[in-house]
C-alpha cells in the first residue's frame, strides 16, 4: 500500500512541477521561444543557452519550457472534451436504460470500433492541421471510455437505496442525477481521466511529430523532437530534450494514475 | 514538377539551323563524361548481376503514364526518348538514329531504328511511334503535356521506320521536348496503352507499363517500391559505354520519404545511392567508409507562390514589399548550409542565357518593404497563411520567413501538411502563399506556370495576364533558338516586375552512392535515372 503512495507522490510532483513551469514559463525561459538568434545556430550549451539552440537560432530550454503549456493544454481540455462528452451521453444511457441505453450503447460500440488514431488523424486532416483540430479530434475519440464507465457506475449505484429514498420523496431526475448518482460514480472517471491525460501528451506529441499538430513557431515537443531527428549528429539534444520531456511527463501521469485507481479499488485494500 | 529534371535548351542551338545532321556525329567523347574512376572504366572487369536499389524521397503520382504526367516524373530506367541527350546537352539518338529538317525546320523527318523493341516484344516502327504521339496530342486523352508536342500539325509514315512531323509553324522546342524521356518525350507502346489503358482494363501505368529502356517494369508497391528487371533485347545509344543490354539484373526503387531513414539504410548497404541528400547529411554522408557524394549545379529553385488573384496578393506592390522583405542569403547559409545560392529569378542560372536575374524587384530591402506595404494601403501589414509541405527543410525556411514577414509588420501562420494534403490543397484552389520548388530544365516552364490555360492548375499562382499569354505563345514559336532565348529574355524581365514569387534559393543537386557502384556518371539532364553503364561490385 505504502509503495503504491510512494508512486504517487512521484508522479503527484512531476505534474505539479509541468504545471508550475507551465504557468511560470515567462519567468523560468532564460529567452523568448519565438526569438531566433540566426547568428547562433544549433549551438552546444552554453551559459547564455544552457540546452543550446535549435535550427534557426532559438533557446532549446525556453522551447522545451513554453511546450509543457501545449502539452498540459491539450491534456487537459481534450480529457476535458472526452470526459464530459462521456459524462453526459453514459449518464443518459445509465440512468434511462431501456432502448436509450441500447441504441447509445451501440452508437458507443460503433465508434469504439474506429482505430482511435486513424481516427483522429482523418478529423485533423477534415479540420485542417493545428492544435485545436487535435485537441478536438482527441476528445472525439475519447468519450467513449467515459461513457461506459460512467453507464456502468450508474446502472449499479441506481438501484441502491438512497436513491430509491430520493425517488420517493419526488426529486427529479435532473437532481437524483446531479445530486446522488454522479457524486457516486465519478472516482473512476478521475483515474481515466488522469491516464487518458498521458494518452493526450502521447498523442500530441505524435501529431505535431507529423506536422498536424502544434504549426511552427509554437514550440511542442513532438515538432520540436521531429525537427531535431534529421540534425541528431549536429544537435543531438534537440531530439533528446523533448523526447526526454515527453518521457517524464507521461511517466508522470501514469505514475499517479496507477496509483490512485490503486488506492481507490476496493479488491485491493486490504 | 519534382526534383531532378535536368536538361538545358541551349542544344537547340546546334540543331534547329541545321537542315542535316546526322546524329552519330553528335556522340559525345570520353571526356564529356563526368570522371569515373579509372580502374572502373577497365573493360574485362566489368561484373554482371546484382540489384542496384536506389532511394527516392518521392514517388510517382498519380502513374506511370507518359499521357498522364501528375506531380511526379517517370522512371527513365524504362522509357527512352525519340531522342536522348548526351552529357553535353546535345540531343543524341534514341528510339530515332538520326533526322533531317527541312523547309525551315517546319518539315522533320526521323529514321527509326530497326532493331527496337517495346518490352513486350512489339517491335518499335514508324507506325508505333505515330500512333504514340497521336495519343499524347489527343484532346480526348487530355494529357497535361498536350501543349508540349501541340506543334505537330500532322505526321506521315514514309516507311516502315521513317516518321515525318509537319508543323505550321517553326518551334524551336521540339529537340528538347522529342529528348525528354523522363517525362512527356517518353515513348510507350502505345497499342498497350489502348488494351489496358482508361479506355481498357484501366491498369495501365500501376500494373502494366510497357516502355522501350533498358530495364522493363515489374511491379510498383505504392509506398514502398518499385521494382524494374533488365531488358534483353535493348540496344543501347551512343551516349552510354554499354552498347546493351544494362550489366544489373535489375534496379529496385525505394521509396523513402523520412531523409534520417534514407540515410541509415544508405548507411547500412540496404540503399546503394540516395537520389536527393539533404544539405543537413551531406557532412555525415560524406564522412561514411564507402560513400560517395557527387555535387552539381541544379535546376531547382524553391520559392513562395502566391495566389495572384486573392486580396491582398492582388496588389503588386504588395508582392514586391513581401519580395523585399525576405533575404535570399540568410536562408541559402542557414537553412541549406550553404549547399545553395540565394534566388534572383524564375529559373535556375544554369539555363545560361536564358536566365535572368532582377536583384531590384528580388532583393532584400526591408525599410522599402515597408513603404510599398504602406503604399499598397497596408501601413500596419496583414494576416497571412503560409502553406509548407511537411519537410524540415522548407519548414525551416518557413519559420525564418515568418520572422522576416513579420520584422514589416505581416503576420503569416504557418501549415503544415503532408504532400497529399498539400495538393489537395493547392488542387481545392484555397492557397495564399506557399513554399514549392521547380527544377525544369525548359523555358516552357514560365507559360507552364504563367500561362492563363492552365489556370488554376498547374498555374496555382492564379496569374492570368493576356498580354502575357500572348508574348508565350509568339516565342514558343520564333523562328530559332537565339530568337525565342530573346524574348523569354523579355518576358523575365517583365515577369519580374510582377513579382509573382518570392525566388528563395537555387539548391545544388547532391547525390550519394556507395563504392560497390561502378561506373557511375551523373547526368545532368536525367540524374542518376539511366543505369545503363552501372555495374556493381558486391
Redesign the interface.
Known sequence: MFSKRKSAYVGLVIILGFIVIALFAPWIAPHDY?V?D?SS?MESPSLEYPLGTD???RCLLSRIIYGARISLTVGLVSVGIGASLGLLIGSISGYMGGWVDRVIMGFVDIVWSFPTMLLAIALT?IL???LQSVIIALGLVSWPEYARIIRSQFLAVKQKEFVEAARSVGASDFRIIKNHLLPNSIAPIIVVGTLGMATAVLVEATFSY???GA???EPSWGSIL??G??????QPLMSIAPGLAIMIMVLGFNLFGDAIRDIMDPRLKN | MRKANKGKWLFFLIVAISLVFAMSACAPGEEAAPPADEEDAVEGEIKTGGDLVIAWDWEPDPVIDPYNLGWGNLPLDIFEGLLISDYDFNPGPGIAESYTFEEGGLVQIYQIRDDRYFHDGTKIDAEAVKRHFELLIDEEVDSMSRWDFAFISSMEVLDEYTLQFNLDDPFPAALSNFSWAGGWGGIQNPYAWEEYGPWGENTYGTDVVVGSGPFKFVEWIPGDRMVLERFDDYKSTPIFENEGPAYLDSVTYRFIFDSSTAVMEFEVGNVHMLETVPPEFVEQVSNMPGANVYKGDSWEVVYIGMACDKPPFDNVLVRRALNLAVDQQEIADIVWMGYAEPAYGYISPSFGDAYVADRETFGYDPEMAMELLAEAGYPDGFTAELMVENRTDWISAAEIIQDMFAQVGVDVEIRQYERAGYYDVLRAEDQEMFIRAHSWWGLDILPWYFHSRNFPYPNYHRYVNEEMDARFDDADYSATYEELVEKYRDIQVDLAKEAIWVPLVQPMDIVAYRDEVKNFNFHPLYGIRYNVDVWLDE
Open positions: 519565438r531566433q540566426r545556430i535550427r534557426v537560432g486532416a485542417q492541421p493545428g507529423l506536422g498536424l504549426q511552427p513557431p521531429s525537427m531527428k534529421d540534425f541528431i549528429y549536429h
